[in-house]
Protein backbone atom coordinates (compact mmCIF):
# COMPACT_ATOMS: atom_id res chain seq x y z
CA UNK A 1 0.00 0.00 0.00
CA UNK A 2 1.61 3.19 -1.14
CA UNK A 3 2.06 5.64 1.64
CA UNK A 4 -0.76 8.44 0.63
CA UNK A 5 -3.02 5.32 1.23
CA UNK A 6 -1.74 4.62 4.47
CA UNK A 7 -1.78 7.88 5.65
CA UNK A 8 -5.71 7.55 4.72
CA UNK A 9 -5.69 4.67 6.85
CA UNK A 10 -3.25 4.46 9.13
CA UNK A 11 -5.61 5.54 12.02
CA UNK A 12 -7.36 2.20 11.42
CA UNK A 13 -4.64 -0.13 10.82
CA UNK A 14 -3.14 1.24 14.16
CA UNK A 15 -5.99 0.96 16.01
CA UNK A 16 -7.11 -2.60 14.46
CA UNK A 17 -7.82 -5.48 16.42
CA UNK A 18 -4.71 -7.26 14.49
CA UNK A 19 -1.74 -4.16 14.75
CA UNK A 20 -2.81 -2.46 17.79
CA UNK A 21 0.21 -1.77 20.22
CA UNK A 22 2.61 -2.27 17.44
CA UNK A 23 5.57 0.36 17.03
CA UNK A 24 5.22 2.80 13.54
CA UNK A 25 8.29 1.09 12.03
CA UNK A 26 6.57 -2.60 12.10
CA UNK A 27 3.03 -1.15 11.26
CA UNK A 28 4.46 0.64 8.23
CA UNK A 29 6.64 -2.72 7.06
CA UNK A 30 3.11 -4.48 7.07
CA UNK A 31 1.96 -1.58 5.48
CA UNK A 32 4.07 -2.08 3.06
CA UNK A 33 3.02 -5.83 2.32
CA UNK A 34 -0.35 -5.24 1.96
CA UNK A 35 -2.93 -4.24 -0.38
CA UNK A 36 -6.02 -2.07 -0.22
CA UNK A 37 -8.82 -3.61 -2.21
CA UNK A 38 -11.77 -2.18 -3.54
CA UNK A 39 -15.10 -3.57 -2.90
CA UNK A 40 -18.94 -2.98 -4.15
CA UNK A 41 -21.82 -4.02 -2.56
CA UNK A 42 -22.64 -8.13 -2.89
CA UNK A 43 -19.09 -8.67 -3.52
CA UNK A 44 -18.05 -11.65 -2.36
CA UNK A 45 -14.78 -11.45 -0.33
CA UNK A 46 -13.80 -15.40 0.69
CA UNK A 47 -16.52 -18.02 0.20
CA UNK A 48 -17.03 -21.22 2.58
CA UNK A 49 -14.51 -23.92 2.12
CA UNK A 50 -12.06 -21.70 0.47
CA UNK A 51 -8.92 -24.41 1.07
CA UNK A 52 -6.52 -22.74 3.38
CA UNK A 53 -7.94 -19.09 3.16
CA UNK A 54 -6.08 -16.19 0.95
CA UNK A 55 -4.96 -13.85 4.26
CA UNK A 56 -6.01 -11.00 6.70
CA UNK A 57 -8.36 -8.33 5.61
CA UNK A 58 -9.03 -5.38 7.64
CA UNK A 59 -12.02 -3.52 6.89
CA UNK A 60 -10.43 0.11 6.52
CA UNK A 61 -14.26 1.72 5.29
CA UNK A 62 -17.55 0.64 4.98
CA UNK A 63 -18.99 -2.89 6.22
CA UNK A 64 -19.24 -6.63 5.51
CA UNK A 65 -21.31 -9.75 6.38
CA UNK A 66 -19.96 -12.93 7.60
CA UNK A 67 -22.75 -15.69 6.82
CA UNK A 68 -22.83 -19.42 6.08
CA UNK A 69 -24.30 -19.75 2.96
CA UNK A 70 -27.98 -21.75 2.65
CA UNK A 71 -27.28 -25.14 2.02
CA UNK A 72 -30.22 -26.07 -0.63
CA UNK A 73 -28.76 -23.58 -3.27
CA UNK A 74 -24.95 -24.30 -3.40
CA UNK A 75 -25.34 -23.00 -7.03
CA UNK A 76 -25.68 -18.87 -5.79
CA UNK A 77 -23.02 -18.49 -3.41
CA UNK A 78 -25.00 -15.42 -2.06
CA UNK A 79 -27.63 -17.00 -1.49
CA UNK A 80 -27.51 -16.30 2.28
CA UNK A 81 -28.09 -18.63 4.83
CA UNK A 82 -26.97 -18.32 8.71
CA UNK A 83 -25.85 -14.44 9.49
CA UNK A 84 -23.03 -14.78 11.89
CA UNK A 85 -21.68 -10.87 11.74
CA UNK A 86 -21.26 -7.72 10.27
CA UNK A 87 -17.90 -5.84 10.55
CA UNK A 88 -16.88 -2.46 10.11
CA UNK A 89 -13.66 -0.27 10.31
CA UNK A 90 -10.92 -2.00 12.04
CA UNK A 91 -12.16 -5.29 12.53
CA UNK A 92 -10.53 -8.35 10.86
CA UNK A 93 -11.84 -11.44 8.60
CA UNK A 94 -9.62 -14.35 7.35
CA UNK A 95 -7.93 -14.85 10.90
CA UNK A 96 -9.25 -18.51 11.42
CA UNK A 97 -7.63 -19.86 8.31
CA UNK A 98 -4.81 -17.77 8.82
CA UNK A 99 -3.88 -19.42 12.13
CA UNK A 100 -4.71 -22.71 11.24
CA UNK A 101 -4.45 -23.11 7.57
CA UNK A 102 -7.74 -24.88 7.37
CA UNK A 103 -10.42 -24.28 4.78
CA UNK A 104 -12.30 -20.91 5.61
CA UNK A 105 -15.88 -21.72 8.08
CA UNK A 106 -17.77 -19.02 6.51
CA UNK A 107 -18.68 -16.38 3.43
CA UNK A 108 -17.84 -12.82 3.24
CA UNK A 109 -19.39 -9.99 1.35
CA UNK A 110 -19.89 -6.40 1.10
CA UNK A 111 -22.72 -4.46 2.15
CA UNK A 112 -21.80 -0.93 0.85
CA UNK A 113 -18.92 0.48 -0.76
CA UNK A 114 -15.84 -0.96 1.05
CA UNK A 115 -11.77 -0.49 1.49
CA UNK A 116 -10.16 -3.29 2.63
CA UNK A 117 -6.62 -3.56 3.77
CA UNK A 118 -5.40 -7.26 2.79
CA UNK A 119 -2.65 -9.28 3.62
CA UNK A 120 -1.60 -12.34 2.03
CA UNK A 121 -0.59 -15.74 4.28
CA UNK A 122 2.53 -15.50 2.95
CA UNK A 123 2.69 -11.90 4.06
CA UNK A 124 1.53 -12.37 7.69
CA UNK A 125 3.75 -15.49 8.73
CA UNK A 126 6.79 -13.73 7.15
CA UNK A 127 6.35 -11.02 9.69
CA UNK A 128 5.37 -12.78 12.39
CA UNK A 129 7.84 -15.55 12.02
CA UNK A 130 10.86 -13.10 11.42
CA UNK A 131 10.30 -10.54 14.07
CA UNK A 132 9.44 -12.25 17.44
CA UNK A 133 8.10 -9.07 19.38
CA UNK A 134 5.82 -8.74 16.39
CA UNK A 135 4.52 -12.25 16.55
CA UNK A 136 3.88 -11.57 19.93
CA UNK A 137 2.07 -8.94 19.42
CA UNK A 138 -0.11 -9.43 16.96
CA UNK A 139 -1.05 -13.08 17.57
CA UNK A 140 -1.83 -11.94 21.13
CA UNK A 141 -4.44 -9.20 19.58
CA UNK A 142 -5.70 -12.19 17.79
CA UNK A 143 -6.25 -14.52 20.78
CA UNK A 144 -7.68 -11.87 22.67
CA UNK A 145 -9.99 -10.81 19.81
CA UNK A 146 -11.66 -14.73 19.41
CA UNK A 147 -11.37 -14.87 23.28
CA UNK A 148 -13.98 -12.18 23.13
CA UNK A 149 -16.12 -12.89 20.37
CA UNK A 150 -16.43 -16.60 22.28
CA UNK A 151 -17.38 -14.88 25.31
CA UNK A 152 -19.76 -12.94 23.46
CA UNK A 153 -21.24 -15.55 22.07
CA UNK A 154 -21.44 -17.89 24.81
CA UNK A 155 -23.32 -15.11 26.88
CA UNK A 156 -25.76 -14.99 23.91
CA UNK A 157 -26.27 -18.99 24.22
CA UNK A 158 -26.98 -18.88 27.78
CA UNK A 159 -29.79 -16.02 26.96
CA UNK A 160 -31.56 -18.10 24.40
CA UNK A 161 -31.14 -21.20 26.50
CA UNK A 162 -33.01 -19.55 29.93
CA UNK A 163 -35.65 -18.36 27.81
Known sequence: ???????????????????????????DNIAQRGLLLDARPDDLLVYENMRAGPGLYIVLAGEVEV????????????????????????????????????????SVRALVETKLFFLSRGHFLSVTDNDAVVGRIIYRNLL?????????????LNLLLMK
Open 67 to 106: FQADPSTPEKPLARGAHLNTLGPGECLGEYSLIDGEATSA
Open 1 to 27: MDQAVMSRYRHILENSVVFKGLDPAAL
Open 144 to 156: VFLIERLRHKDKE
